[in-house]
């Protein structure tokens, strides 16, 4: 299919690790037969925990580690060489930019290497500098930069060849509020434009709102994918009920398992399922009791991956 922008089959790495001053090898199975299609146009978040294996996998397709198993394609081709890369804006995890340089000599430094010829570089430095917000600073040097200075300026440098992908490791880290909406906007307007996006992400609200799919991965192995709607359907979906009976029936709520929070004459029931919410409109008639609104709660993609991963 050619508008399959990324691809992956059976992709795994493991690291090997010497203790014991060499005596001990241990091995860390860091991603565990990955099969991952990413399509053109497409904003895909990678979600998982702490050490999940997502910079692993990101620096698999960037070709900054090669693969223990399993192959690569990017824009239909097998990833064998950097050509690719030429196509491809990258922000690592950690941006470790060159500190004695101020973000502007970074930016024409970076340009330079993709062979942008000075008028292009010149303008489109230009453009970035004021999209991610660093006109103020871009003339300091970068070692001086607080952390989301330097997240911006990575951000700009992922940019800088206008990529028709980008493969962004937890872009929105060391973001202020302002910061993230400014990314948001920013990646929903490079959608617009027909270019992919993959990012890694902890913050789980900020993937939920640009995300066309998510992955989530726990322990080197892809979970789950899919639209968060999708996956989050595929649930139980949890109602709120909300009644008010007399006083004198409140003792008898007790026998209602769920959560219950009583004030005065009302009653909130939170229950995990629709299963149970017959049971309980028919106990609120028999209590003599008046409904007042059935609420159903959205599973949250903060939810849906708490499941996931503990399972
Ligand atoms: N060079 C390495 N040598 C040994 N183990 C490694 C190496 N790089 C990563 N690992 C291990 O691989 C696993 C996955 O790490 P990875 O950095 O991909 O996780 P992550 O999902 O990006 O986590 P985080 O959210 O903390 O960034 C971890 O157990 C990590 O310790
Ligand atoms: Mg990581």
Known sequence: MNNLIIKTEGLAK???????GGL????????????CEVFQGEV????GPNGAGKTTTIKLLTRLIFPTRGRVWLFGKENVDHTAMKKVGYLPEQPNLYGYLTGKEFLNFIAQIFGLDKQVRRKRIDVLIERVGLSERVMHLIRNYS???????????????????????EPM???????????????????NQGKTIFFSSHILSDAEMIADRIGILNRGKLVSVGKLDDLSHSQTQ????????????????DLVKEN??????????RLDDKEA?????RQIDKWGGRLESIIPQRKSLEDYFMTEVRK
């Open 24 to 35: 001990k090898q241990k091995t860390i199975v860091a991603l565990d037969n990955l099969h």
């Open 238 to 253: 949890p109602v709120e009920v909300t009644f008010i009976v007399d006083s004198s029936q409140i003792s008898q709520i």
């Open 14 to 20: 493991v690291f090997k690790e010497t203790t014991y």
């Open 173 to 191: 880290a060391s973001l202020d509020p302002v910061g993230r909406k400014d990314f948001r906007d920013l990646i929903l307007e490079l959608k």
């Open 147 to 169: 952390r989301g200075m330097v997240q911006r300026l990575g951000l700009a440098q992922a940019l800088i060849n206008d990529p028709s992908l980008l493969i962004l490791d």
């Open 44 to 47: 895909f978040a990678f979600l």
């Open 260 to 269: 219950v929070i009583v004030q005065g004459n009302r009653v909130l029931v």
């Open 277 to 281: 919410l017959s049971s309980l409109l």
